[in-house]
Structure formats: C-alpha cells, structure tokens
C-alpha cells in the first residue's frame, strides 16, 4: 500500500483521483485547434473556389489510444509493489520504523528536488496555500510512520486492510469541514468498516481470551492496530487537505513539503526516543534502498494509471494491496492468516469498493 504510501499508500490513492481530471491529454486544446481552423479557412479554397477543397484539406490527426486495460494494469502493479515495501518494512529487524520513514523522505527527497528545479515551481508554493502545504506535509508524515510502526508490530496482512478504512474517515472529515453531504451509504460502509476492524482485533471482552490465535502478545497486536487506525486517520485528513487545494498546487511541490516535513518530524522524533541508528546488518541498508525504490516505483505507476483510467476501476484495483499482503505474509513470514483476518478484511474491502463504486456513479452522471 501507499502510506497514503498508502503513501502514501496509503497516502495518494485518492489524492490523485482528486487531483486528476478524466478528460484525456489534449482533450481541451481541440476545440481551440477547431475554431482557429476554421477562422484561417471558412469554408472555401481561394484557388479552385470549391468546397470542400480536396487539396487543401488537412490530414485529421489521429490520437492513439492508450491499451485497453493499460490503467487498471498500472493500478495492479503499484499494489504490487507497495505491498512488497509493506513487507521489507516488516523484514528489517534492527532499524525503528520513524527511522525507515526518515531514510524513505531522503531517498524521495533526492528524486522530487530535480523535478521541481526543472518544472520552475519553487520550494514554497502560494502563500495563500503555504499553511494547507504544512499540514499536509506535517500529516502525511505522520500517517507514513504509523503505518510502518504498524507493519512492524502486527502482521503484514492486519495492518494492511485496517490502513484500507482510510475511505471512511475521509468521508466522515469531508463532511465535518468541506460540507460534503453524509448519506446513508457512507454510514452504511462505516458500519461494515468497523465490523470488519472488530473482527481483526478480537478484543477479548467481545470474543474471549480463548481466540486469540496470535503469535505476538495481545498487547504488542493491539498498539500495531491502533497505529494503522493511526495511519487510517491521518491519511484521510491529508487527503481533505487536498481536495482543499484542488489544482492550484504543483504534484510534486506537494511531495516536497511531504518529505521535507517527514524528515524534520522523523529526526525530532528519533532524537526524542534516542532511536537513531546507522543499520547495522547489510541486509537491512538493502532492505531500505528497496523501500524507497518500491515506494516511488508505486506511486509513479499508480499516478499514471490514474491519468489514462476511470477513479472508479482504479479505487477498486487498489484493494488489490490486500490479496498481495495476504500472499506476502504467507511466503515471506510463513504466517496463515486467521479466518477472523479474512473475515475483518472482506468487510473492509467491500465497505471501500461500495465506496468507490458510488463515488464513480456519482461522478458519471
């Protein structure tokens, strides 16, 4: 997943579908080439005088159309690949989570700088949208290091299909402070969110000590559970955020105060807990370069898959991130997930498909 990684994640799944018109490349420059065509000829040529002239004609430009099923393909591959950051984040043993977040903003930091020297967008961003910038950098970093801290405390697969309840929190803080009305569907798949939640934690008060069926302590499942409601939560408000700014932001300025913030807040944090280390194995320094490579690999594919495909079919194909974290964990961990765990992510994975099926029919009306 994206650490809205997602990052994102977790992070930019629906950040880019708010951000990112349905209309192809070009589409709004036609009409423009049309008039003008017909301004330069209105009708007849002024050396045979007929109409149409067969000579002067202009070839009708051909627009190739992208693969069928090109988008959706994308969509499936950045799944794929934040799920397999999701499980080298749980792979590294020596290294704190806010400190593979740090290390992730370094490497992300090396790539967007380039960019927003070369597409002359400065580092500030408009002052009206400067105090919105901060907050999502401040946010969105924060959700980054609970989802990490989560995936490193709990299983691959729990973490990874609460971080997917993140639709339902949007929901609910659009309504609060964009207006957004509130339906009885959206309050329907919050109930099947926190049905599917209930069934993952199993709290022993509601099912009894006698079904946890975890390998770590209960304790240590529960802080990795509040961590990926953590992630959940500030994902969603970093997604309000966006929508809040629309289009009047660069892309890739909004990354920039994303991982500048996230290594100034992942520095302040580690030096509070006195977390900072270099890793010691050489494996985990891998496991970190991969990280970064299959963080930004993801978000670049999902970005693309976004611009060539309908919000609603890739909403659905980020759900994808689950199947794979299920398979991750059962391959690389040896770790069956439990019925109640499959149970818990049914729930979740049908509350955020209804959600991006609405939202689609709604948009193509």
Not at 217 to 234: D, P, W
Not at 244 to 269: H, N, Q, R
Not at 337 to 352: D, E, I, N
Request: aromatic share 14%.
């Amino acid at each position: 997943m994206r650490p809205l990684d997602g990052t994102g994640a977790a992070e930019l799944p629906e950040a880019g579908l708010a951000l990112t018109d349905d209309a192809p490349p070009g589409a709004s420059e036609e009409p423009a080439a049309a008039e003008a065509a017909e301004t330069a000829a209105p009708g007849r040529c002024w050396l045979c005088r007929s109409s149409p002239c067969g000579s002067c004609a202009q070839p009708e430009a051909k627009k190739k159309a992208p693969c069928p099923g090109l988008g959706l393909f994308y969509t499936l591959f950045s799944a794929f690949l934040f799920a397999l950051a999701s499980s080298l984040v749980k792979k590294v043993e020596d290294v704190h989570a806010v400190e593979i977040s740090a290390f992730r903003c370094v490497f992300q930091m090396i790539v967007v700088i380039p960019c927003l020297i070369y597409r002359k967008s400065g580092f500030l961003g408009p002052k009206g949208q400067r105090i919105f910038l901060v907050l999502r950098g401040f946010l969105g970093s924060a959700s980054m290091m609970f989802a990490y801290y989560a995936f490193q405390t709990t299983s691959l697969a729990d973490a990874t299909v609460i971080s997917f309840t993140c639709p339902v929190f949007t929901s609910i803080f659009a309504c609060i402070f964009l207006k957004e009305k509130y339906s009885p569907w959206d309050a329907l798949f919050t109930a099947f969110t926190i049905v599917g939640v209930i069934l993952i934690v199993r709290p022993p008060f509601l099912f009894g000590s006698d079904t946890m069926e975890i390998n770590e302590s209960y304790s240590v499942h529960l802080k990795g559970t509040f961590a990926a409601i953590g992630h959940a939560v500030f994902a969603a408000m970093t997604l309000v955020i966006l929508r809040k700014m629309g289009k009047s932001v660069d892309y890739f300025l909004s990354i920039w105060y994303y991982v500048a913030l996230g290594l100034i807040e992942g520095i302040i944090v580690l030096f509070i807990l006195g977390e900072w280390s270099l890793p010691y194995c050489g494996l985990d320094r891998l496991y970190l370069i991969l990280i970064g490579l299959f963080g930004l690999g993801g978000q670049v594919f999902l970005t693309k898959g976004i611009q060539i495909e309908k919000a609603g079919p890739v909403a659905i194909m980020r759900t994808m991130d689950v199947v794979f974290a299920f398979i991750f964990q059962i391959i690389f961990f040896n770790d069956v997930p439990t019925w109640w765990t499959v149970g818990g992510a049914l729930c979740v994975v049908a509350s955020s498909t209804g959600a991006a099926i609405r939202k689609w029919c709604q948009s193509s009306k």
